[in-house]
């Protein structure tokens, strides 16, 4: 079947002197690859993220969306998604309308036996989440999309690395919105806008052509992110709103979900450590999540990720190039003590943050040691309970 280089995604705009001013979106404008993926939920979930970074409204998709698909409840539900608590720039209030495409016989994707498909970072989360596929037995595809992000590169040794470890292939969706990303970063910070919903979309467009009867889309988000408010993209509401959508528009049950709803990372890496570095081989050490690359130490993720590491009993990653705990940006000083202090914090994350604190008492800065010296016997209690958990956890 003929393929078109350029494919027609649809036009985002915003509203100027009672004129909606449009810009074309199309594959080529983000240099798409894997264009027979393209399906009206794909060319929405890209608009959505573009839609972020250009602060616009009005979404036009070249495409035309399921009958069954209500248009004003996915409008509703992709504005709750770009409506980050804290770091969106303003308040999105998204209105779409699709059309007939006019080239849309782009190539239909072949039959598969997929299960599922799992988004694959590389990450500590996804990782996990594959591993635990495979004890399930589960015929899960893992999928990594590359959109130009700052640690593209490190991303993809460790996907490639990781799953020739396990003799899976990965399946990878490449498109290039470097370009938004870094225009961006003044005003999303460290995210990505729409970028979860980008993912279940385009494992959406595969599994839609699996021969199973129900399948899952696994996006590898653990208890403490789905219970944060300002997780707008990590919600039991973003999966279960994501799961109607896909399911009236394939005929069929998608669900998309995550395994990890009921346990922390610090439990995940637990479990990890007692059960898949023997089974697998894998150490959550191969992994890689970092804002800027792997390991600067220097990122708030990077200090997260050794949080977890150190308090579920392993040391920190031998590739980083300065230790967090050592407070480099100062996170710890200005940031986490001060929200600690005023309870804005879940338990498990304060204590997490004191068992690592703990084991990092000879290299944190004075002022960090000094507050854990201070702690009450009530919380020296709630610490030692929590190694307990830690210890125990089970997924």
Known sequence: MKQYN??????IGQKKDNKIDYERIDSNLINLENKNLLDAFTKVSILTLLAGYKKCDYIFVDDKFNEN???KKLSRYLSYVLNHKELAPRKFNLRITDKENFISKIGIPK????DGILSFSGGIDSTAGLL????????????WISFGQRNDRAELDVVKRVLAKLKIKPLMVRMDIKEYILKGWKDWDYII???NFLFVSFANAILKNSVKSENFIYLCAHKDEMKHRRNTDKSKYFFTKASDFFSLDSGKRIIATTPFANISKTEILSYWRKHWIRKYKISPHDTTTCYYGRGCGKCEVCLKRTISLLASGFDVDPFIKIHPMKDPSGFIVNKWIPQIQSEKFTRIKKLDFLIAVEKCLDIVPREVRSFYNNLSPQTLLAIEKRKIEIENAEI
């Open 111 to 114: 039959k598969n036996n997929y």
């Open 69 to 71: 698909i209500d248009l």
């Open 132 to 143: 635990n596929s495979l004890d399930k037995r589960q015929c899960i595809q893992p999928l």
């Open 193 to 195: 806008p729409g970028r």
């Open 6 to 11: 350029e494919i027609k995604i649809g036009k």
